[in-house]
């Protein structure tokens, strides 16, 4: 039930073909379509692991405020602990371009990337591999047939 939600407002073809980078282009679209399906499913299981990790330590979540540019906005927030701990978190969206709702292309916890994160290990993966293995990795990261 979560993953439908994540997919309805996450662009996981945005947040792949950034992540990507120049290697984006290089590919096929049924190489991109690939990767974005386990790329995203790889986000997903990353993410909601962590998230079900600190779960029980979080205290609340206090909204700062939004700004919308051209088309992009970004929205703010806080995430606080029990501890009293804060971690600012920032979703980045843009307009969909199915439906013109808005969609998450970026999240930076704490000042950081997630898509400037992953563009950078990927970029050192692929200057070393193939897209081919790559992707072999990440199926067997999820566990699916590497075949």
Known sequence: M???ILDERFDWTAIARSCL???WAQETPAKQKEFVSLFSDFLERTYLDKFETYYNDL???DYLGERIVD???SVKVVVRTKEQIN????YRLS??????AWQIYDVLIEGISLVQNYRDQLSAI????????LIKDL???LGKDTQ
């Open 2 to 4: 979560i993953g439908k």
């Open 21 to 23: 980078g120049r290697y």
């Open 59 to 61: 205290d609340r979540i």
């Open 71 to 73: 088309g992009y906005a």
């Open 87 to 90: 971690h600012p978190v920032e």
């Open 95 to 100: 307009k969909s371009s199915k439906d013109n």
């Open 126 to 133: 692929l200057s070393q591999s193939s897209f081919e293995g």
């Open 139 to 141: 199926k067997a990261k």
